[in-house]
Nanobody, 130 residues
């Protein structure tokens, strides 16, 4: 399994970016995909999750209404559309895949160690300037 993120960069506050996660070696229907971020010196923070089978999504309160995650099963791609970006969104963004939704949610939103995740990528950096 390989997850490759792309689309990060430098953007001004209020701007937008779309991150992509290319997933290979897995069957989308079997996995739940999550986005998490990690700023320098801070713990990881879950951003969103999407079910590979039915596309149900869940978001962290800090990004609700600004970020949207979607998937393209035919292309094994997951996206994170980020609008109205704020300086506090600055971080390295990672996508992760896990067949256990409870495990994924625990890492994303309950502070569980990200080493419990089955797979995650190398990350793509996002910098939002004020």
């Amino acid at each position: 399994v390989q997850l490759v993120e792309s689309g990060g960069g430098l953007v001004q506050a209020g701007g937008s970016l779309r991150l992509s996660c290319a997933a290979s070696g897995l069957s989308f229907d079997e996995y739940h995909i999550g986005w998490f971020r990690q700023a320098p010196g801070k713990e990881h923070e879950g951003v969103s999750c999407i079910s590979g089978s039915d596309g149900q999504t869940i978001y962290a309160d800090s990004v609700k209404g600004r970020f949207t995650t979607s998937s393209d099963k035919a292309r094994n791609m997951v996206y994170l559309q980020m609008n109205h970006l704020k300086p506090e969104d600055t971080a390295v963004y990672y996508c992760a895949a896990d067949r256990d939704s409870v495990e994924l949610m625990a890492v994303m939103f309950d502070g569980a160690d990200k080493r419990y995740l089955e797979h995650w990528g190398q990350g793509t950096p996002v910098t939002v300037s004020s």
